[in-house]
């Protein structure tokens, strides 16, 4: 049958990802359970079975082109009715032959196109569709800009951070670490960006205006960060902003009452599902946070699951927003989300859902990236490894300027059926 790709947005050349981006084995393409996506797997179970991924690449952009013109009334809605929110429309078609150019997925005869395959089409897709009018991005720290309860440590991709705040862009680190009072825990965990940045600052490389359009985001949605220079000590510091400055009326109004009975439910049900599962375990309890961490190594995947949902079906009706998510060696109940705290720096900042874009591992169902999703751009990333691939790739896509053209061949064939 023939199909006809409809296409709003401007497309980019896809040569520069071949010719500027090298090392694609900083992509991550073997699967794992926590893999689960409702686009996703519309697109590898559903769309997949009955076409080729060209023609699901045509037949999905179709759809969410339709979905962008009415978000509530539109095929893909009622097809995947849990999918998440969608701020840009996404240019899948383009984003495949990007991807085609680097994996050759055409060339395959015997091997279907794995769950990381497409999980990489669609954060090409995303980040064409935002880098014309990107004004913020935003990055999870453990597992994205530092392995997990470590520092940040990789140069390149510090350079790249401090390209992206070069570029005249808003950035933040949004992370669900929360350390009320202690502003040197996060000092210490992104260490070497600020001594880079204090470096690019007192050579004069850089403006100090530049510390205006930094933060650090912690607990989710309950600390926002700001730093200063420090010239006594010569280096940045980072200082906690007043609740009264940035929060939105809607977080300003929690009680403590209601967070006190949140974070008490919490933590019965952590209680009751790891005895339920047998699980040793230690309750560690904070201000606006309850974590459970096993006592021993031989805990799945599915069992820190359990414990998230049956935190979810116990608080149902909290009386405050939560987020209950599986960081991979734990479980974690925080008052407030992601989602939350990057909508409270867009209206600080004056910014729209589209023009914010945040890199995060834990984008699948009991992740806490998840929430991000609600009010921004979001590219989902397996681990700190891939981050700088991407955000190299978007230094690219801000350098290279739209362009007319889209992936006309593929456009043709789909349209020949």
């Known amino acids: 049958m023939a199909q006809q790709t409809l296409t709003t947005a401007k497309s980019y050349r896809s040569d520069f990802a071949i010719k500027n981006i090298t090392g694609k084995a900083g992509l991550t393409r073997a699967g794992h359970t926590q893999e689960r996506d409702e686009l996703i797997e ?33 095929r893909l809605r009622k097809i995947v ?19 085609d150019e680097i994996f050759k997925l055409s060339t395959r005869r015997h091997v279907r196109p794995s769950f990381a395959d497409l999980r990489h089409i669609l954060n090409f897709a995303q980040m064409g569709a ?32 401090v390209n992206i705040l070069r570029q005249g862009l808003y950035f933040g680190l949004v992370t669900a670490a929360g350390y009320p009072g202690k502003a040197e825990r996060y000092e210490q965990r992104i260490g070497l960006l600020l001594q880079t940045l204090w470096n690019e600052i007192s050579l004069g490389k850089m403006s100090e205006d530049v510390l205006g359009r930094f933060f650090v985001m912690g607990g989710e949605s309950n600390y926002l960060l700001h730093a200063t220079k420090d010239c006594k000590e010569g280096r940045l510091r980072l200082h906690f902003v007043p609740d009264e400055e940035w929060k939105t009326p809607q977080l300003l109004g929690w009680t403590q009452g209601q967070i006190d ?15 339920r599962l047998n699980i040793p375990f230690q309750i560690i309890r904070k201000e606006r946070a309850v974590g459970m961490i096993p006592t021993e190594a031989l805990v799945t995947v599915e069992d820190l699951d359990e414990m998230v949902l049956s935190v979810h079906h116990e608080l149902h009706n909290s009386p ?41 591992d834990e ?14 751009c ?14 190299k790739m978007l230094m690219e896509l801000l350098h290279h300027g739209p362009l007319d053209e889209s992936s006309d061949s593929v456009n043709q064939r789909a349209a020949n059926g």
Not at 50 to 71: D, G, S, Y
Not at 81 to 99: E, F, G, I, K
Not at 327 to 353: A, N, Q, Y
Not at 363 to 376: F, H, I, K, P
Request: aromatic share 10%; hydrophobic share 40%; glycine share 6%.
């Open 320 to 360: 405050v927003p939560f987020c209950a998510f599986n960081s991979r060696s734990d479980v974690w109940l925080d008052i407030g989300s992601k989602g939350l705290g990057i909508r409270c720096m867009l209206e600080k900042f004056g910014l729209t859902p589209a023009q914010a874009l945040h890199f995060g």
């Open 81 to 99: 009715p849990n999918m998440s929110t969608l701020h840009t429309d996404l240019m899948v078609v383009d984003a495949y032959c990007w991807y």
């Open 363 to 376: 984008l699948y169902a009991t992740g806490n990236d998840r929430t991000a999703r609600e009010s921004c």
């Open 261 to 275: 009975e949140v974070l008490d439910r919490g933590t019965v049900a952590l209680k009751e599902a790891s005895a």
């Open 42 to 74: 519309f697109l590898q179970h559903d769309l997949l079975k009955w076409m080729t991924l060209e023609e699901a690449a045509v037949k999905l952009q179709e759809l969410i082109h339709e979905f962008m013109r009415n978000p509530k009334q539109n």
């Open 378 to 391: 979001t590219v989902w990333v397996d681990n700190e490894d891939e981050t700088p691939f991407y955000m």
């Open 130 to 161: 935002c880098a014309p009018q990107v004004r913020l991005i935003t990055c999870d720290g453990d597992g994205t800009i530092y392995t997990h309860n470590q520092n940040i440590e990789n140069p390149e991709l510090v350079a790249h951070i």
